[in-house]
């Protein structure tokens, strides 16, 4: 394992002692690593986006579309609370959800949040070009993500944890580097022989 994980062997597991909140920006790898940080630990990943979209029948786009901001934002604060109140597991949140004071409440109180740190220019290597992201589209894509980006950073700051994300990293190589970080957290992770 890498630099600060501990040696284990074939004959023990790890236990998750709070619900992994990820968060960061669009691009920041939140649900593939997310998904792979699940497998290697043994719990499952969950989605915040992901429920959100299933409980309405419909794209978080719609949802925007037909309701508001206001009206997403308010049920996002539930499935939050309810996948929280669940079994432990790593949850991914959509970018803008750890802005909302009340998210991060219900983080500390129920789990422990993780900021997975992208710089502007990694990012934008991740998200250019792509028609997934509708924040994104504007005349001028990069200059929307780079004040997206310089908004939300000092509230991402506010995470418990911080894991600096590489360009050289393949998802598994920042599953690992999130896997050390809570592995000094014996509250949060503990391997048990």
Known sequence: MGKGAPKVSGKGHWTLGKTVVLVGMMGAGKT???KALAARIGVPFLDSDA??????NMAISEIFQRDGETFFRARETEVIDRLLDGPRAILSTGGGAF???????LVARKGVSIWLDADLPLLWSRVKGKNTRPLLRT???????ADIYNARVPIYELAEIRVRARPEYSVE?????????????KDVLEWVE
């Open 32 to 34: 593939a690593v997310g």
């Open 51 to 56: 429920e959100i979209e299933k409980a309405a």
């Open 99 to 105: 802005l909302a004071e009340r998210n991060r409440d």
């Open 139 to 145: 005349a001028h894509p990069y200059e929307t993500l």
């Open 173 to 185: 190589a920042m599953a690992e580097q999130v896997l050390n970080a809570l592995s000094a957290r």
